[in-house]
């Protein structure tokens, strides 16, 4: 019995293993062993990652590590704008920024949203003027309320060219 494929097919195959994937974030090296723990939004436009201070993220002064706050923040933007944008369009992490407010300590939480909005001016402005370059900024926030970090981050998008993959 031969099995019929639609056209869609490879997109839905693409969209399981995509979320496959960020299912497993947890237990991707940098993120399990610097305690950093995601939850995916179900709107697929958000993340949620929060960091508990233990002995693999304290830095020599007893206050979460830098470069663990930041590794925290780095790939959702991009991971929010690829599935959403879709495959017509390259997505990739140009430059970012990190501000160190306060220190951290105990657990702290960052969220990761692009509004639908935004998502098609970014659209529009990538068909209009060929690549764009959006800001996004998130604050890294203690259990006490408080800023410990501001992340800014830039993402390059573009069309895709004719036969280019990746």
Known sequence: ????????????????????????????????????????????????????LNFFNRNYVGTHFGGSLYAMCDPFFMLILIPALGPEYVVWDKEATIRFKRPGRGTVHATFHVPPGRIEEIRRAADEGGKVEPVFTAAVVGDDGSVVAEVEKVIHVRRRRGGETG
Request: net charge positive; hydrophobic share 40%.
């Open 1 to 52: 019995m031969a099995t019929e494929t639609k056209a869609g097919d490879g997109a839905v195959r693409r969209g399981l293993l995509r979320h496959r994937l960020l299912k497993m974030m947890n237990l991707y090296p940098p993120f399990l062993g610097a305690g950093i723990r995601v939850r995916r939004g179900s709107d697929g436009r958000t993340f949620e990652v929060r960091m508990k």
